[in-house]
């Protein structure tokens, strides 16, 4: 639940200030960027509605177990994307990314085990 909730939250405070949140994992001189700010509240737009719905499915084996790991395939990818531009961003955006958004992967596809089993 508190996964979930904090993707909520992460994407709200994206989508009130995507430079300053982005700036942590892009780099300043990135995220001023102007078309950094519109994909950056693109990819907060997905956090809520993928929060919202772990919210929504968690006492559901079947949905809550495929809700959770879609959600650990999207942090995933944050991380391979991450990785691959990792020559243009900032050493400690990059490893906080790798391990937060791993770390979130590694939990989700738990999750999504546990619920599918439960």
Known sequence: MLLA?????????????????????????????????????????????????????????????RVQAGCAAADSVDVIATLMAREHLPRMGVAGTAIVAGACAAAGFYFAHVIAHS
């Open 5 to 65: 909730a904090g993707r909520v939250v992460l994407g709200t405070a994206i989508m009130i200030a995507p430079e300053r949140v982005s700036g942590r994992w892009l780099g300043e001189e990135n995220a001023a960027h102007p078309v950094v700010a519109d994909l950056a509240r693109g990819l907060a737009a997905r956090d809520i509605a993928l929060g919202v719905a772990a919210l929504a499915t968690l006492g559901d084996p079947v949905a809550g177990g």
